[in-house]
């Protein structure tokens, strides 16, 4: 089965701009991650979603980040504006409802570099 | 809240050494206990996973033991070999259905020499 697309592999902006990170999760899985792995540390839950709901979204920055999950398919995550301590890999995962059981599929991250 | 909390790296071993890597954590309830490994430039995947107290996780050599009694889930490989070198991350699921997500630890660099 193919497994969890993330779009763009790398991105370089300079602070105070704006960017989009992409994801596309294995099919038929309901729920949907975003975790923030900044350099040397262990990932972060930003958001989590079950189909296009709201799950968990307490650990993110909500002045500067912003996600979505239109139609219970594909993702994106959007921040504005961005600062240094953005700098991090934006991991996208997916799982059936019940990760615990099942397992959590990561998909190869985008590495955001904020100048 | 859920915590994992794992040995500091780096970790240097030569070809063949017997590895291990601690884990404990700190769950409400009774989680699944997990080992995800990072490869240079690639994301992250699962090792092995264990559901249920004194169950055993293997794959690839690497074996772990869920161990309530002393909140432990620590990663054991008899002969490591210089394929192993990569970021090991213990982490665990808690809660039920949708609400069930990753804790992770820190993680563990490992690197392995000839």
């Known amino acids: 089965e193919a497994g969890v697309a993330q779009s763009p592999r790398y991105k370089i902006i300079e602070k105070r701009q704006s960017v989009a990170f992409w994801c596309n999760p294995i099919?038929?899985?309901?729920?949907l991650y975003w975790y923030q792995q900044i350099l040397g540390q262990g990932p972060k839950l930003l958001i989590q979603?079950?189909?296009?709901?709201?799950?968990?979204d307490s650990q993110l920055p909500k002045d500067r980040f912003s996600a979505e999950r239109l139609k219970g398919v594909d993702s994106t995550l959007k921040i504005q504006p961005a600062k240094l301590e953005d700098s991090a890999v934006y991991l996208c995962?997916?799982?059936?409802?019940?990760?615990?059981?099942?397992?959590?599929?990561f998909g190869s991250g985008t590495r955001l570099t904020v100048v | 809240g859920d915590s994992v909390t794992q040995m500091e790296g780096p970790v240097t071993l030569s070809e063949e050494a017997f590895l291990t890597i601690n884990c404990t954590y700190t769950?409400?309830?009774?989680?699944?206990l997990f080992w995800y490994v990072q490869y240079p430039g690639e994301g992250l995947q699962l090792l092995l996973k264990?559901?249920?107290?004194?169950d055993k996780g293997s794959n690839k050599g690497f074996e772990a033991t869920y161990r309530k009694e002393t909140t432990s889930f620590h990663l054991e490989k008899g002969s490591v070999q210089v394929s192993d070198s990569a970021v090991y991350f213990c982490?665990?699921?808690?809660?039920?259905?949708?609400?069930?997500?990753?804790?992770f630890g820190t993680g563990t660099r490992l690197q392995v020499t000839l």
């Open positions: 099919s038929g899985h309901a729920t």
């Open positions: 264990a559901t249920k107290a004194d």
């Open positions: 982490a665990l699921s808690d809660g039920t259905g949708t609400a069930s997500k990753l804790t």
């Open positions: 769950a409400t309830g009774y989680p699944s």
């Open positions: 979603f079950q189909n296009n709901g709201v799950v968990d």
């Open positions: 995962a997916s799982s059936e409802s019940g990760g615990r059981n099942y397992g959590y599929t």
